[in-house]
């Protein structure tokens, strides 16, 4: 059987602001770690997020660099979760209300002009680092840098418009350029500031219905996620010629 991928992308850009995105801690990559930090982003008990506008209005123009509709009325939400680098235990990012909605990027496929559609454009607020020792000469122990937490994210995430590693490296390309044309991010891949999930399935060609999907998280260049697009693709295929079925993780 001849089989077609479908692939969707979260990407995550930090915007290019000079404080974080609930509290006036310098939001710059390489300072000594912990020296950017407060009772706000520590999560101490009574301290409050005041929200950077700075970051809203490079959100907004994201959004609108997409084409999105933007929302008049956009919500926080708090996704709960334990994780050592992130102190409150919680992440302030938009769940049900994002800022924008229903955009598009056009771009030059390996078969013409494509277009990919925008399903939202939300905002969120980084996590912390951990560093672990194997790279110090501690093995065995980690350390935790919070100066990330805090910084402010975009996430833009796709319809799973995509049909192959190559659409999906073009796609980034397209997303790239316009991210640094519009100065909303300095997009430095190797700092972390453009990172990229991908979502992949397989289904029989000419099928309408989408296979089951697997996520794969924190891509952090061009090369990387087409490697793995490339891998999943691979491996999805054999588990479906076996006649067995793909398991939804991440
Ligand atoms: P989650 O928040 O659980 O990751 P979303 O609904 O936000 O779920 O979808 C995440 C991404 O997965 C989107 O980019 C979407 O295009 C993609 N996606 C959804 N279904 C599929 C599928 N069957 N195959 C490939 N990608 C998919
Ligand atoms: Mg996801």
């Known amino acids: 059987m001849s089989w077609e991928a479908v692939i969707g992308l979260e990407i995550h850009v930090r915007l290019k602001t000079e404080q974080k995105l609930f509290c006036s801690d310098r939001a710059v990559f390489g300072s000594k770690p912990n020296t950017s930090i407060c009772p706000v982003c520590m999560g101490l008990p009574g301290a409050l997020p005041v929200l950077n506008s700075e970051a809203v209005n490079l959100a907004l123009r994201t959004a609108l660099?997409?084409?999105?509709?933007i929302?008049?009325?956009?919500v926080w939400a708090r996704k709960s979760y334990f994780y050592p680098d992130l102190p409150k235990g919680y992440q302030i990012t938009q769940f049900e209300h994002p800022l924008a909605t229903k955009g598009s990027v056009m771009f030059s496929g390996s078969e013409g002009d494509m277009s990919v559609s925008i399903r939202r454009v939300h905002m969120e607020e980084d996590a912390g680092k951990l560093i672990h020792g194997e790279n110090l000469g501690s093995p065995g122990k980690s350390y935790v840098d919070f100066n990330r937490t805090g910084v402010p994210l975009c996430e833009?995430?796709?319809?799973?418009?995509?049909?192959?590693?190559?659409?999906?490296?073009?796609?980034?390309?397209?997303?790239?350029?316009?991210?640094e044309y519009t100065e909303v991010s300095d997009c430095n891949m190797e700092e972390g500031s453009l990172r990229c999930d991908a979502n992949i399935s397989l289904r029989p060609e000419g099928q309408k219905e989408f296979g089951t999907r697997t996520e794969l998280k924190n891509l952090n260049s061009f090369k990387f996620v087409q490697k793995a697009i490339e891998y999943e693709v691979d491996r999805q295929t054999r588990i479906l010629e076996q006649g067995e079925n793909v398991i939804q993780e991440t």
Not at 65 to 69: L, P, Q, S
Not at 71 to 74: L, P, T
Request: charged share 25%; aromatic share 10%.
């Open 65 to 69: 660099a997409f084409g999105c509709t």
């Open 71 to 74: 929302h008049f009325e956009s």
């Open 156 to 179: 833009v995430v796709s319809e799973p418009d995509l049909r192959s590693s190559e659409e999906a490296r073009a796609y980034l390309g397209e997303l790239k350029s316009i991210l």
